[in-house]
């Protein structure tokens, strides 16, 4: 991965920012966002090798992330908490933390480009949704190492809140290890109450407290 796409629009557009989430699809936490701007022609050697935060080991975006922070012109984070995504959907909520990552950074990105299909809704600046861009564009692949990383330290202070669930392993995915906590303890505080998974549990315990009676 190299820095060409970026440098193809620099002409007209002289500031890009890369913007990627982490945590649309776990059953607990926050969903985060994170925006990088970088303002060099060539990509340093200690940056070589950024890829899909999901590519990487958990090793390996920590150094990435720390070296990301130094070399980039801007950094942004934003994070929308498990309450917001409930009351206005995991979508908007994505949208909202790529705001608020937008909003954090001290330079007005000329264009955005975004991994995924769809543009951020009510959003004016020029923005460029790109198919699998987090494996393609190096300034959203360093955003998908920020963002990952962030959520992942969050996740990591919610398993010493909540030990009985494990979230350090998991991070709130719906894996077994978690599924499993979850029909032991029921949901927690930080649990999505409207994704299906969580609906699930929340209705079948209550009908098992509050029987029929015939």
Do not use: W
Not at 54 to 78: M, N, Q, W
């Amino acid at each position: 991965m190299d820095f060409s796409y970026e440098q193809q629009l620099k002409e007209q557009y002289p500031l890009v920012a890369g913007l990627d989430e982490a945590g649309r699809g776990p059953l607990a936490g926050p969903v985060v966002a994170a925006a990088v701007i970088f303002n060099f022609t060539e990509i340093p050697e200690k940056l070589q090798g950024i890829n899909d935060s999901k590519k990487l080991s958990p090793k390996k975006r920590e150094e990435f992330f720390h070296l990301i922070t130094h070399y980039a012109l801007d950094c942004g984070v934003g994070i929308c908490d498990h309450q917001t995504i409930d009351r206005i959907n995991i979508l908007e909520a994505t949208f909202l933390a790529m705001k608020k990552a937008l909003g954090a950074i001290r330079h007005k990105p000329d264009i955005i480009l975004l991994d995924g299909n769809l543009p951020i809704s009510n959003y004016s600046s020029p923005q460029k949704p790109i198919i699998n861009g987090d494996n393609l564009i190096f300034s959203i692949a360093a955003a998908s190492i920020i963002a990952k990383v962030t959520r992942d330290r969050i996740m990591e202070e919610m398993h010493i809140k909540y030990p009985s669930y494990l979230f350090s392993k998991h991070k709130g995915y719906g894996t077994k290890l978690h599924m499993n906590a979850l029909k032991l303890y029921g949901p927690c505080e930080i649990h999505r109450k409207t994704f299906r998974p969580i609906k699930l549990l929340i209705n079948s315990n209550t009908k098992a407290q509050n029987p029929k009676q015939y």
